[in-house]
């Protein structure tokens, strides 16, 4: 059975951080690409970023570039998401995905993915 498990959510005023972690289990994470997508109240879900199998490369949204990371350890089977420079439009559930096929680049469209995790709370007060 397929698991991806969010934390590190909560409360954090504008200009702070959070780190996002996503614990997987029934897959083989190390040949997954792993994506962070978010979804706020009222609006479709967003690309934030995503990760090649490896770790070597990454691809954001251009609303995060500069201000949020996305890194894994395949060791731990754990895929993050730091978030600097919190803005309170980055309040959203932020959902992590995962993607069985390392070979398809790095994806931004949510139907690449094949699993997904049930969110974790972002709020970034004003």
């Known amino acids: 059975q397929v698991q991806l498990v969010e934390s590190g959510g909560g409360l954090v005023q504008t200009g702070g951080s959070l780190r996002l972690s996503c614990a997987a289990s029934g897959i083989t994470f190390s040949s997954c690409i792993m994506g962070w997508f978010r979804q706020a109240p009222g609006k479709d879900r967003e690309f934030v970023g995503t990760i090649s199998a490896s770790g070597a490369s990454t691809y954001y949204a251009d609303s995060v570039k500069g201000r949020f990371t996305i890194s894994r350890d395949n060791a731990k089977n754990t895929v993050y998401l730091q978030m600097n420079s919190l803005k309170p439009e980055d309040t959203a559930v932020y959902y992590c995905?995962?993607?069985?096929?390392?070979?398809?680049?790095?994806?931004?469209?949510?139907?690449?993915?094949?699993?997904w995790g049930q969110g974790t709370q972002v709020t970034v007060s004003s």
């Open positions: 995905a995962a993607e069985r096929d390392y070979a398809k680049g790095l994806p931004t469209q949510s139907v690449a993915y094949d699993y």
